[in-house]
T-cell receptor, first 114, second 113 residues
Framework: DTGVSQNPRHKITKRGQNVTFRCDPISEHNRLYWYRQTLGQGPEFLTYFQNEAQLEKSRLLSDRFSAERPKGSFSTLEIQRTEQGDSAMYLC???FGGGDTEAFFGQGTRLTVV | AQTVTQSQPEMSVQEAETVTLSCTYDTSENNYYLFWYKQPPSRQMILVIRQEAYKQQNATENRFSVNFQKAAKSFSLKISDSQLGDTAMYFCAFGGRGSRLTFGEGTQLTVNP
């Protein structure tokens, strides 16, 4: 296993378009997290899954954002009607267990909304 | 809610010297975990070191060690014998009862030859 994989690495979209990102976690990891990181800031939590269940969502996750993890494997994060403020790096992480265990991060998807 | 503060946006150190990065946090929880993550340019974030709050002994990983002061809610990272490959953004993070990590703003460390 080569670690957490995110696709695409970069995405440029026009304001108002929908975008979808994919995350493939480390195969034996039951927890999957999405974070958003803007330039010069630390990552901010968006949501997390334990297996296929979405257990927590941040207030940062507006109605335009939706995340899924069908069958508890890969996950997708969709942003509808993108806005310029959505421009950021979207990071995915996975872990086997809870807050005490190491989270392994992907390289992220950089979204630019023009 | 937990907060994590890193008061040093940028730091630099000469190769082979020692540098300390600061981190303070605020929480009402008693059992939690603290982490330092490293984010090199254009590469994924990787774990440098972790500390369980119930352990009094400071964690050490090779050239990396922490000074954990639970009463002061302070968690600093010391890097000894700095190497050029240590140049990166360093994030302090808090992991509590929930599964989320709360990150600080980061400290950009540059190791100069």
């Amino acid at each position: 296993d080569t670690g957490v994989s995110q696709n695409p690495r970069h995405k440029i979209t026009k304001r108002g378009q929908n975008v979808t990102f994919r995350c493939d976690p480390i195969s034996e990891h039951n927890r999957l997290y999405w974070y958003r990181q803007t330039l010069g800031q630390g990552p901010e939590f968006l949501t997390y899954f334990q297996n296929e269940a979405q257990l927590e969502k941040s207030r940062l996750l507006s109605d335009r954002f939706s995340a899924e993890r069908p069958k508890g494997s890969f996950s997708t994060l969709e942003i509808q009607r993108t806005e310029q403020g959505d421009s950021a790096m979207y990071l995915c992480a996975s872990s086997f267990g809870g807050g005490d265990t190491e989270a392994f991060f992907g390289q992220g998807t950089r979204l630019t909304v023009v | 809610a937990q907060t994590v503060t890193q008061s040093q946006p940028e730091m630099s150190v000469q190769e082979a010297e020692t540098v300390t990065l600061s981190c303070t946090y605020d929480t009402s929880e008693n059992n939690y975990y603290l982490f330092w993550y490293k984010q090199p340019p254009s590469r994924q974030m990787i774990l440098v070191i972790r500390q369980e709050a119930y352990k009094q002994q400071n964690a050490t990983e090779n050239r990396f060690s922490v000074n954990f002061q639970k009463a002061a809610k302070s968690f600093s990272l010391k890097i000894s014998d700095s190497q050029l490959g240590d140049t990166a953004m360093y994030f302090c993070a808090f992991g509590g009862r929930g599964s989320r990590l709360t990150f600080g703003e980061g400290t950009q460390l540059t190791v100069n030859p």
